[in-house]
């Protein structure tokens, strides 16, 4: 079945330490998404890709890198920037040139500080 | 900037029953889309609903409903014969449509809670 894999399901920071979250997607989508969550909130952007080899800025990218090398893959990087990494993330992907494409959301990566 | 807002953090409905959620937005563009989410307990995002701002008839999807007035900015979602299982919280979002900056990007309220009751 088609769809995005992130992994892991939790992760644990220590201070000053980098780690990268993965999504992968089978879905054929142009178009991929990193949202953070924080409780009781709605999502925030934090990094999107319309196309592979590039990448913007959401509204909450600092402190935090991602990478696009494949179609499939768009992993998301927490590093030890961002001050406040305890969340919810959420990646999606999307298809583009079709307007009104809706965005298909993983399972999510709980992140959490040590 | 565009933003979405929520007024109802929770709600609560009595199975079988009918039950409103209401969203309300600001932009300044005329062509756009709008979409309900829902959030189960399992944390996973699922697409309820989607309206496109320039049709004028309101979306349906079996016992999903929206009343899209855009005029008035407002796009709420109804649950008719509320089950068990549409306990969630539920997310209202807006995206710009293709052709313009920020494609793609959905903005979000800060989302409604909803227990049915049984």
């Known amino acids: 079945d088609g769809g995005i894999t992130q992994s892991p399901k939790y992760l644990f920071r220590k201070e000053g330490q980098n780690v990268t979250l993965s999504c992968e997607q089978n879905l054929n989508h142009d178009a991929m998404y990193w949202y953070r969550q924080d409780p009781g909130q709605g999502l925030r952007l934090i990094y999107y890709?319309?196309?592979?080899?590039?990448?913007q800025k959401g509204d909450i990218a600092e402190g935090y890198s991602v990478s696009r090398e494949k179609k499939e893959s768009f992993p998301l990087t927490v590093t030890s920037a961002q001050k406040n990494p305890t969340a919810f993330y959420l990646c999606?992907?999307?298809?583009?040139?079709?307007?009104?494409?809706?965005?298909?959301f993983g399972d999510g990566t709980r992140l959490s500080i040590l | 900037a565009q933003t979405v807002t929520q007024s109802q953090p929770e709600m609560s409905v009595q199975e079988a029953e009918t039950v409103t959620l209401s969203c309300t937005y600001d932009?300044?563009?005329?062509?756009?889309?709008l979409f309900w989410y829902k959030q189960p307990p399992s944390r996973q995002m699922i697409l309820v609903i989607r309206?496109?701002?320039?049709?004028?008839q309101n979306a349906t999807e079996n016992r999903f409903s929206v009343n899209f007035q855009k005029a008035a900015k407002s796009f709420s979602l109804k649950i008719s014969d509320s089950q068990l299982g549409d306990t969630a919280m539920y997310f209202c979002a807006f995206m710009k449509p293709l052709g313009s900056s920020n494609t793609g990007k959905l903005i979000f309220g800060q989302g409604t809670t909803l227990q049915v009751k049984p």
């Open positions: 999606a992907s999307s298809a583009t040139g079709v307007s009104n494409q809706p965005q298909h």
């Open positions: 890709s319309q196309i592979v080899n590039d990448f």
């Open positions: 309206q496109e701002a320039y049709k004028q």
């Open positions: 932009t300044s563009e005329s062509n756009y889309y």
